[in-house]
């Protein structure tokens, strides 16, 4: 698909199930943005609504058939899902349509790939991709055999096409987690050195585009890529930060960028990332960077919560950071610079600012400066009205 050598984007169809489940996504805005970064050009989009996924097409029979049309009628090379698809349904739906048939998963999982820069993110995203592989029976991974070099590459005799595939399979599996264990033996090393006694560190997390990547640089004045597109960052990037409150005390933190979160993460990737996420987890405040212009940003934060979750970094505290305030209408601009956010039950505290035009960032700086300064607490609540 999509790692086509050609720059021109492949024209392709969106399709959208209505599973009735909340929030789903009738414009497909996202997949579409999905598409883009990942080298579409989504030329046309179909929604529908169905109870369950039909076990065999995803979608009725019907709905297969105005697929094809509509993709015929525009021109479309392949069919994008915003669902996962089983690996029967997906095989079934390239057989009816006759066309290429891809799923939000793999979609994702190819962004990860053009995107990966440094030896360990390849590494992980080398293993997310293998572990999707595996469990489809389609012949999508031939560059494994180039690999390979073709020495003692073949089974006994008699052994089937799909056995050997599923066998190559589970040793590239197995060959890529052994490295990925090297590196991330590496990285604790690498990290113990840096984190001695009483280290702070704060991890900068967030929605893909929340303008994470944007806030870093902001803050530490350095040069992180940032783009109006998902999942611009893929590598940790982590700097050095001066705090200091206004009776002189200061201490320096180290703060980090991380990869962006999206509505339905493959699990693979999760897996995969453990290390790169685990950043996250082990920091000492986690910058919770939203996108207050975008209308959905309530689902995004829930989202975020959730991967928080599953990495295990729902218990480091939060400060939350609603940006791109300048992109909000003057009857949507915030009332008070900073105040309380319920997550849940749970009150957290949050600041608006633009990382942009640096609005609310001094103040940004004031509250984590009285989170890594031992009794600075009472001085930002105090300073902060
Ligand atoms: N208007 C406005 N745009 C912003 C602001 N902060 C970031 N952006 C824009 O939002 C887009 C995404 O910014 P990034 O900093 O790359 O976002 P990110 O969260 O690092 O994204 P990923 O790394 O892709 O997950 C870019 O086009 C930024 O210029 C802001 O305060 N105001
Ligand atoms: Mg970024």
């Known amino acids: 698909m999509i790692l086509s050598e050609s720059d021109a984007a492949t024209p392709a169809l969106l399709v959208g199930v209505d599973l009735g489940r909340p929030h789903f996504d009738a414009n497909l805005a996202e997949l579409s943005e999905l598409a883009r970064t990942a080298g579409l050009d989504p030329v046309a989009k179909l929604t529908c609504k169905r109870q369950a996924p ?3 097409l995803f979608v009725g029979s019907g709905k297969a058939e105005e697929i094809k049309n509509l993709a015929q009628t525009h021109g479309a090379k392949e069919i994008l899902f915003d669902q996962a698809l089983s690996p029967a349904q997906q095989r079934n739906l390239e057989r009816e349509l006759g066309l290429p ?19 360990e993110g390849k590494l992980q995203v080398e293993l997310a991709r293998l572990q999707y592989l595996s469990t489809r029976l389609v012949r999508r991974w031939s560059h494994l055999e180039r690999q390979r070099g073709g020495i003692g590459g073949r089974g006994g005799p008699g052994e089937t096409q799909i056995e050997l595939d599923r066998r190559m399979i589970g ?4 060959r890529t987690k052994s490295r990925l264990e090297d590196v991330k033996r590496q990285r604790q090393t690498q990290r113990k050195r840096r984190d001695g006694a009483g280290h702070f560190g704060i991890s900068i997390v967030g929605y893909t585009n929340a303008g994470k990547s944007t806030l870093f640089n902001a803050l530490v004045k350095a040069r992180a890529y940032a783009a109006d597109q998902l999942f611009a960052t893929l590598d940790t990037t982590t700097r050095q930060l001066y705090l200091g409150d206004a009776q002189g005390r200061g ?4 703060l980090s960028d991380t990869v962006g979160f999206i509505r339905d993460l493959p699990h693979g990737l999760i897996d995969a990332f453990q290390a790169t996420l685990q950043e996250a987890a082990q920091a000492q405040l986690l910058l919770h960077v939203v996108d207050a212009s975008n209308p959905d940003h309530p689902e ?24 791109k305030c300048d992109a909000l209408g003057p009857e949507r601009q915030p009332i008070s610079a900073h105040d309380q956010y319920l997550m849940g039950q749970k009150p957290i505290e949050r600041v608006f600012v633009s990382a942009r035009t640096g609005t609310g960032l001094p103040l940004l700086r004031q509250a984590l400066a009285a989170r890594a300064l031992p009794e600075g607490a009472e001085n930002w609540a105090q300073s902060a009205h």
Do not use: H
């Open 171 to 174: 040793e590239a599996i197995r």
């Open 101 to 119: 048939v891809y799923d939000r998963t793999l979609v994702i999982l190819e962004i990860f790939a053009q995107r990966a820069r440094s030896f």
């Open 300 to 323: 995004q934060i829930e989202q975020v919560m959730q991967v928080l979750n599953e990495i295990g970094a729902d218990q480091v505290p939060q400060l939350l950071v609603f940006n």
């Open 54 to 56: 039909d076990a065999a």
């Open 251 to 254: 201490r320096s933190v180290s």
